[in-house]
């Protein structure tokens, strides 16, 4: 079992920042591997913004985030973080963290929603003036 949990969101200025992070917790026998960032904006689907995985630039970045948004991680604390810079208004959207319980996932599957097994509750992100 996994359990995720995000934080860091809030209201920001267009052209600010934010960094969201993911705490995740799992049992002793689980090693996760991929995880990811979601978003789901109002009146639309959810969507996958960046994920990464275990290895040298196994990175995956949605078009429209992609010079922004920065996805790393710190492995000592099973912490995700997501970097955003340079907001826009429709960044605007509840932002979950996603993690599969595939071994050795590339990035870019956890991009599908297929592949996610794990969901986080959500962080509120608004971009307004």
């Known amino acids: 079992q996994v359990q995720l949990v995000e934080s860091g969101g809030g209201l920001e200025q267009p052209g600010g920042s934010v960094r969201l992070s993911c705490v995740a917790s799992?049992?002793?026998?689980?090693?996760?591997?991929?995880m990811g960032w979601w978003r789901q904006a109002p009146g639309k689907g959810r969507e996958a913004v960046a994920t990464?995985?275990?290895?040298?630039?196994?990175?995956w970045y949605a078009d429209s985030v992609k010079g922004r948004f920065t996805i790393f991680r710190d492995n000592a604390k099973n912490t995700s973080y997501l970097q955003m810079n340079s907001l826009r208004p429709d960044d605007t959207a509840i932002y979950y963290c996603?993690?599969?319980?595939?071994?050795?996932?590339?990035?870019?599957?956890?991009?599908?929603?297929?592949?996610?097994?794990?969901w986080g509750q959500g962080t509120q992100v608004t971009v307004s003036s």
């Open positions: 990464d995985s275990w290895g040298p630039r196994n990175l």
């Open positions: 799992a049992d002793r026998n689980f090693t996760i591997f991929a």
């Open positions: 996603a993690t599969s319980r595939i071994a050795l996932l590339p990035a870019g599957l956890l991009a599908e929603p297929n592949y996610v097994d794990y």
